[in-house]
């Protein structure tokens, strides 16, 4: 009697969508024991074995993910301004109930203080182009901080309420902490 095919838990299938859509995570029963990462196109392509445990399979991907963005950074690969503004309008949909109205979303060099900032008048959300080279999720937790702005000026309890929606959003303060420290010098 044939077996039935090992399919991706619950757990996994949540890391994979947390990664989606700019890291393609592929799980197969082929692979045993290594973890890969690629570019195909703009997107990292990660190939993991599917025995992996979820929260392996996160740090693992962060990891190769970071490594395989920097190895191609110099190449041309950064995130364009239109690029950088449709992530943040998938975010707004995803996890902000599209509360979020804004006109524009760029990336600036003249910000060196600020990871970002929002003008609640004109809408303009400006992001760091420090920024560039960090892990999705850290650019994300960024990207959600400024939009909640749009409709809550300060940094009260029901903002952080919003904010906190970010994946990973505790993650990502800790890695910008240790990126403003070490990572800007």
Known sequence: MARAPRRPTAAQRAVVEDFAPDVEIRLS?????????????????????????????????????GRVRRRHAGAGQTVSDAALAERAALLNHRYLENRATFASVVW???????????????????????????PGYVLDSVLIHEMVHTWIP????????????APQAERATGYLEAYGRWGTG
């Not at 600036?108 to 900032?117: C, H, I």
């Open 29 to 65: 029963g082929r692979r045993k024991r290594t973890i890969a990462a690629r570019m195909e196109g703009d997107r990292v392509v990660v190939l993991a074995p599917l025995d992996m445990a979820a929260k392996d399979l996160r740090s693992s991907t962060e990891d190769l993910v």
């Open 108 to 134: 600036v060099s003249n910000m060196s203080r600020r990871w970002g900032s929002c003008s609640v008048k004109s809408g303009r959300i400006r992001i760091s182009d420090r920024l560039k080279d960090v």
């Open 154 to 165: 300060d940094h009260g309890t029901e903002f952080h309420e919003w904010a906190d929606r």
